[in-house]
């Protein structure tokens, strides 16, 4: 399989190879530039798509025939957009997972316990959610993660085992910092870009289209006006046969520590 591992290995054997092979005759410069190129090209892809397994074994669906699927959120909590959210869920009588930011939990307390209290999950999505959380390094990522775990203990009294990377980016540190902790590291395979589509109908058919049994559905509870579209996904769901299940169930995992 493709990984961090198996990518730098093969790129330190091929380096090698044609370091030995311009002993023999010489290899034109472009051999070179073209395997830096194609390392750095898979580097990439591995990082910014959580589901290529390439640094961390990201759990992005369930392993199932059966039609059920798990609803996530990231990015709040965020008083009104939570809180509608919210009142969706409980009117179709389903559960979700809140993956949230630890530096918007102070002031908004009362939001995380609302949704601890309504019978949903809450895990990590760090503390920071910062644009450079990716450079931070092994110690720095510990340190971001135990205090946005920290943050939630403080106020529902749990300890999150799931984790989600923000904006998904999955580096070497990260893989070492989430080992760590022991935090499971929650990716998606149906991702809405509800944060980009802004027509309703538009993003139902995204969304509807990728659904497939043990699909983990990814949204953001800061989006004004996403439970319009939620709406009809879950009608959608209903109509399709589709139960939407708490995801410790969907991936048979515990949710907390
Ligand atoms: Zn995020």
Redo the contacts with the bound molecule.
């Keep these: 399989m493709l990984t961090h591992r198996t990518t730098c290995i093969a790129f330190g054997l091929a380096l090698a190879a044609l370091v030995a092979l311009n002993f023999v005759f010489p290899v034109a410069w472009y051999w070179f530039v073209l395997l830096i190129v194609a390392f750095l090209s898979i580097e990439f892809y591995g990082a910014y798509f959580v589901h290529s397994n390439f640094h961390i074994r990201a759990i992005c669906k369930a392993d199932t025939s059966e039609k059920v699927i798990a609803l996530t959120f ?2 709040g909590p965020m008083q009104e957009r939570t809180d509608a959210i919210l009142n969706l869920l409980d009117k179709f009588n389903v559960k979700a997972t809140f ?1 949230c ?1 630890g530096n918007r939990i102070k002031g908004n307390e009362e939001v995380l316990k609302n949704i601890h209290k309504r019978g949903h999950l809450i895990g990590n ?2 503390y920071s ?1 910062s644009n450079l959380f990716d450079l931070k390094n092994t110690s720095q990522m510990i340190d971001d993660l135990k205090k946005g775990n920290n943050e939630i203990k403080r106020v529902i009294g749990l300890e999150p085992l799931f984790f ?1 990377p ?3 980016v999955t580096t070497p540190s990260l893989a070492r910092a989430s080992k760590k902790l022991k935090l499971e590291v929650i990716g998606w395979n149906v991702r809405s870009l509800d944060t980009t589509i802004k027509n309703r109908q538009e993003l139902v058919e995204r969304v509807t289209r990728r659904i497939q049994p043990g699909s983990i559905l990814l949204f ?1 509870d800061t989006v004004n006006g996403l439970e319009f579209a939620l709406e009809d996904i879950l009608t959608y769901l209903n109509q399709n046969g589709y139960k939407v299940v708490e995801l410790d169930k969907l991936i048979q995992k515990q949710a907390y520590a």
């Design positions: 990231d990015d993956f930011i999505h760090s959610h989600r923000p904006y998904g953001h």
